[in-house]
């Protein structure tokens, strides 16, 4: 689900104290914290598992179950160890994870599916707005 266009996003555009006003920017900004989650937990785990890196030099058949055995090894690190370095690390809220790499535009829709599945993502976004 893509944030709202010309909209204060980034966690950056909220740290000096700025609050977000207005429906699209509450949303833009819950998302942003959501993803900076989702980005700190791929960070631990590639940081514990450099492998995560190199993944496309294996089939997706293969791919697959890495992931599955890191993540297995993470949830289990995570349950037995008290004091870990790594979690403690990006346990940190104020860690900003902004992927260099993300698609900051809206993918375009050339085929009618396409089009169909952003209407309805559109749609899910206002209603998900609506409830913040």
Known sequence: MAPYRQ????LGDFRNGDRANGKE???NHSHSKLRNVIERAFGVLKARFPILKRMSLYSLYTQK????????????????????ELFSQYDDEE???ENDNANHQLPSTNNSSGTSNAVFMQRFRDHATEQL
Do not use: G, K, P
Not at 7 to 10: A, L, M, P
């Open 25 to 27: 920017e509450i949303f």
């Open 95 to 97: 860690l900003i994870m």
């Open 65 to 84: 179950y890495i992931v599955i055995a890191c993540i297995t090894l993470h949830n289990f690190l995570r349950q037995i160890s008290i004091d870990d």
């Open 7 to 10: 909209v204060s996003y980034w």
